[in-house]
């Protein structure tokens, strides 16, 4: 059954669809001021000005939409240029706005270029969403990076300047204390004296105040004792006499010396007071991030036995189909996802090969709806047993646009004819911090050590006097545009084409992002073209001597 729709209606249809996918889609020219001939109702919506405002106010140019964001601009019409000049005919880029109030936000832009012609300017399609949350998300990870490496470094100093509680106890319903360092004394709040006089050695009479305290550690040391192990390892509530709360890690290991019939156990305490609050801090942190913690028993099916509301709405699942479906096994989670799952096995058992306690791995996880999502996993094993098995944690952070991100860059830098390299512009020279691989074509590099390559010693003697001369202008952070001549690994000169461009900044030291296009063949073959025309020339010039000396005769 044939079926014909009209302009109109394949319009509508396509309006609808991108109604419902709330996407922003454009007709523009490609003239000068990229002018907007058409646009949908949520390209309005999106740069948050009304259509006949938008009218009015920028008569459909967009070069006078950005007047007060040259940075957009800039990347917008640099993006354009380039598509343009490689004979491509999309191009996709990441773009900040600004709103009528000032304040700014991010969206994807990705265009095509038809072939259809109105005035004879080329028309461009163009389809915009809103990316700022996906940003902010990233700037906030680097942020938070930053917080979370100032409180570790905070927290080793902490952990430095404690004074270690020791203490050997007999394994009786007091768990009485026959001997303490003087650190134990210090930690609990109370002079040796006073605490024999108070609660005579005996740790249930000192725990009077703080039940909690002294449930969680009985019923440890009852499970450990159970178990038939002879360690644990718990973080403990306690109080001081005047009632106020604060937080121990205690470490305690049975021996196989008994004291009036009853085995007797070494105990480690330190205070990890502030490391709770850190920790506190952290999980709010997390929350805010919306980053997924689970612990898990390490068994053959990796068992969910703890997880935060993150962690299920990062899979996909509430807490109710995962257990109805899974059980809380992971295996069974991964069972149409194998490869995902021996990422996981490969990346603990190159773990304990090294002798580490943590590992971490990049994974796609399949969603209910059939999409995949990328996830960063960290996962840490800690010396905690439950029920015979060794628990571990781990989180999970989304990483799908960064993911995309990558592979979409990746796929421009394998098209470029050349290559990319990221430089830092030091005061008298320039360090390389990245490069793509595809410089190893060209350079026999030391990729562990590019920051202590000089960069400026792969020129010949007059792009490196060229290049020297304007080093001035790169610590401005001034864009550089020209041509040099290198010497590659095979010892033949080559010809490339540099575009450079300052991108970010490291203390006072610009970063610059340089695109290297190769021009090799050209240059040469202007060159050789170049010797045949002064050859010619000289032989005309001959020629003419001879026909003027035979005159002559």
Same mark, same amino acid.
């Given at each position: 059954?044939?079926?014909?729709?009209?302009?109109?209606?394949?319009?509508?249809?396509?309006?609808?669809?991108?109604?419902?996918?709330?996407? @922003?889609?454009?007709?523009? %020219?490609? +003239? #000068?001021?990229? *002018? &907007?001939?058409? $646009? !949908?109702? /949520?390209?309005?919506? =999106?740069?948050?000005?009304?259509?006949?405002?938008?009218?009015?106010?920028?008569?459909?140019?967009?070069?006078?939409?950005?007047?007060?964001?040259?940075?957009?601009?800039?990347?917008?019409?640099?993006?354009?240029?380039?598509?343009?000049?490689?004979?491509?005919?999309?191009?996709?880029?990441?773009?900040?706005?600004?709103?009528?109030?000032?304040?700014?936000?991010?969206?994807?832009?990705?265009?095509?270029?038809?072939?259809?012609?109105?005035?004879?300017?080329?028309?461009?399609?163009?389809?915009?969403?809103?990316?700022?949350?996906?940003?902010?998300?990233?700037?906030?990870?680097?942020?938070?990076?930053?917080?979370?490496?100032?409180?570790?470094?905070?927290?080793?100093?902490?952990?430095?300047?404690?004074?270690? @509680?020791?203490?050997?106890? %007999?394994? +009786? #319903?007091?768990? *009485? &204390?026959?001997? $303490? !360092?003087? /650190?134990?004394?210090? =930690?609990?709040?109370?002079?040796?004296?006073?605490?024999?006089?108070?609660?005579?050695?005996?740790?249930?009479?000192?725990?009077?105040?703080?039940?909690?305290?002294?449930?969680?550690?009985?019923?440890?040391?009852?499970?450990?004792?159970e178990n038939g192990e002879d360690q644990y390892e718990m973080i403990v509530p306690m109080k001081y006499e005047d009632g106020s709360s604060y937080w121990v890690k205690l470490f305690s290991y049975f021996t196989d010396?008994?004291?009036?019939?009853?085995?007797?156990?070494?105990?480690?305490?330190?205070?990890?007071?502030?490391?709770?609050?850190?920790?506190?801090?952290?999980?709010?942190?997390?929350?805010?991030?919306?980053?997924?913690?689970?612990?898990?028993?390490?068994?053959?099916?990796?068992?969910?036995?703890?997880?935060?509301?993150?962690?299920?709405?990062?899979?996909?699942?509430?807490?109710?189909?995962?257990?109805?479906?899974?059980?809380?096994?992971?295996?069974?989670?991964?069972?149409?996802?194998?490869?995902?799952?021996?990422?996981?096995?490969?990346?603990?058992?190159?773990?304990?090969?090294?002798?580490?306690?943590?590992?971490?791995?990049?994974?796609?996880?399949?969603?209910?709806?059939?999409?995949?999502?990328?996830?960063?996993?960290?996962?840490?094993?800690?010396?905690?047993?439950?029920?015979?098995?060794?628990?571990?944690?781990?989180?999970?952070?989304?990483?799908?646009?960064?993911?995309?991100?990558?592979?979409?860059?990746?796929?421009?830098?394998?098209?470029?004819?050349?290559?990319?390299?990221?430089?830092?512009?030091?005061?008298?020279?320039?360090?390389?911090?990245?490069?793509?691989?595809?410089?190893?074509?060209?350079?026999?590099?030391?990729?562990?050590?590019?920051?202590?390559?000089?960069?400026?010693?792969?020129?010949?003697?007059?792009?490196?006097?060229?290049?020297?001369?304007?080093?001035?202008?790169?610590?401005?952070?001034?864009?550089?545009?020209?041509?040099?001549?290198?010497?590659?690994?095979?010892?033949?000169?080559?010809?490339?084409?540099?575009?450079?461009?300052?991108?970010?900044?490291?203390?006072?030291?610009?970063?610059?992002?340089?695109?290297?296009?190769?021009?090799?063949?050209?240059?040469?073959?202007?060159?050789?073209?170049?010797?045949?025309?002064?050859?010619?020339?000289?032989?005309?010039?001959?020629?003419?001597?001879?026909?003027?000396?035979?005159?002559?005769?």
């Amino acid at each position: 059954m044939e079926i014909n729709l009209s302009y109109d209606q394949l319009n509508n249809e396509y309006s609808m669809l991108m109604s419902v996918l709330g996407a @922003s889609v454009s007709r523009h %020219l490609l +003239d #000068e001021h990229f *002018t &907007c001939i058409w $646009a !949908n109702d /949520y390209y309005y919506e =999106l740069i948050r000005y009304p259509k006949p405002e938008y009218e009015a106010r920028f008569r459909n140019h967009c070069d006078r939409y950005f007047a007060n964001n040259p940075e957009g601009w800039r990347l917008l019409r640099d993006k354009v240029t380039s598509t343009l000049e490689k004979g491509e005919t999309r191009y996709t880029v990441f773009l900040p706005l600004i709103d009528p109030d000032g304040g700014t936000f991010w969206v994807k832009l990705q265009s095509v270029f038809t072939d259809e012609y109105i005035g004879g300017y080329r028309v461009a399609y163009t389809a915009m969403t809103d990316v700022t949350e996906m940003v902010m998300a990233q700037r906030e990870r680097e942020y938070t990076q930053k917080v979370y490496k100032k409180m570790s470094r905070e927290q080793e100093m902490l952990m430095g300047a404690l004074n270690v @509680s020791v203490s050997k106890h %007999l394994i +009786d #319903e007091h768990f *009485t &204390c026959v001997w $303490a !360092n003087k /650190y134990y004394y210090k =930690l609990i709040g109370y002079p040796r004296k006073r605490y024999e006089a108070l609660f005579h050695n005996h740790a249930d009479e000192y725990y009077r105040n703080n039940p909690e305290g002294w449930e969680l550690l009985s019923a440890r040391v009852a499970s450990v004792l159970e178990n038939g192990e002879d360690q644990y390892e718990m973080i403990v509530p306690m109080k001081y006499e005047d009632g106020s709360s604060y937080w121990v890690k205690l470490f305690s290991y049975f021996t196989d010396e008994y004291i009036d019939g009853y085995r007797t156990s070494y105990t480690v305490m330190t205070d990890v007071t502030e490391l709770m609050q850190m920790k506190n801090e952290q999980e709010l942190l997390m929350r805010a991030m919306k980053v997924s913690v689970s612990r898990h028993l390490v068994d053959e099916h990796f068992t969910v036995i703890w997880a935060n509301d993150f962690y299920y709405q990062l899979i996909g699942y509430s807490k109710e189909e995962y257990e109805a479906l899974f059980h809380n096994h992971c295996d069974e989670y991964f069972h149409n996802n194998r490869d995902s799952w021996n990422s996981i096995h490969d990346r603990i058992g190159q773990m304990f090969a090294k002798g580490k306690k943590s590992y971490e791995v990049f994974l796609p996880l399949r969603i209910p709806d059939g999409s995949t999502s990328w996830v960063k996993m960290v996962g840490f094993f800690t010396d905690t047993y439950q029920d015979g098995k060794q628990v571990a944690y781990t989180t999970m952070v989304s990483v799908t646009d960064m993911i995309r991100i990558q592979q979409e860059k990746s796929i421009a830098y394998d098209n470029i004819p050349g290559f990319i390299v990221k430089y830092r512009i030091l005061p008298h020279t320039v360090a390389m911090l990245e490069a793509s691989q595809r410089i190893d074509d060209i350079f026999d590099l030391d990729r562990k050590n590019l920051g202590s390559i000089d960069a400026y010693s792969i020129l010949q003697p007059e792009s490196r006097a060229q290049m020297e001369a304007n080093h001035e202008n790169f610590r401005r952070g001034l864009p550089y545009e020209g041509t040099i001549r290198v010497k590659d690994k095979f010892g033949r000169d080559r010809w490339f084409q540099i575009h450079c461009a300052c991108i970010d900044s490291i203390a006072d030291d610009p970063v610059y992002m340089t695109v290297f296009i190769d021009i090799t063949d050209i240059t040469e073959l202007r060159e050789l073209q170049s010797k045949l025309e002064e050859r010619t020339e000289m032989l005309n010039a001959a020629l003419e001597a001879a026909k003027q000396a035979s005159m002559a005769k």
